[in-house]
Nanobody
Framework: VQLQASGGGLVQAGGSLRLSCVAS????????MGWFRQAPGKGRELIAS????????YYTDSVKGRFTISRDNAKNTVYLQMNSLKPEDTAVYYC?????????????WGQGTQVTVSS
């Protein structure tokens, strides 16, 4: 399984970015895909997730109403649309996946992509 994240960058507060995560190596129909982030000096936190088949989503409170997670099954890609970005959103963002039939722990990880929001 490979997860390839991209789309990070530098943006001003109030701006938008879209992160992409291309998944390959197997069928992901029973998987949940998640976006995590890790700010400097802080732990890694789950901010959004989506089930590949049903499209059921989860958001942490700090991003609700600003971020949207989605997936394109044909492209095996999960997106994180980030709007109204704030300086506190600055972090390294990671995509991850786990098989919902076998575990609740995220078992596959992509490389991080840096998001920097300037004030």
């Amino acid at each position: 399984v490979q997860l390839q994240a991209s789309g990070g960058g530098l943006v001003q507060a109030g701006g938008s970015l879209r992160l992409s995560c291309v998944a390959s190596g197997r069928s992901f129909s029973s998987y949940r895909m998640g976006w995590f982030r890790q700010a400097p000096g802080k732990g890694r936190e789950l901010i959004a997730s989506i089930t590949w088949s049903e499209g059921n989503t989860y958001y942490t409170d700090s991003v609700k109403g600003r971020f949207t997670i989605s997936r394109d099954n044909a492209k095996n890609t999960v997106y994180l649309q980030m709007n109204s970005l704030k300086p506190e959103d600055t972090a390294v963002y990671y995509c991850a996946a786990h098989n919902t039939l076998t575990t609740v722990r995220y078992e596959y990880w992509g490389q991080g992509t840096q998001v920097t929001v300037s004030s």
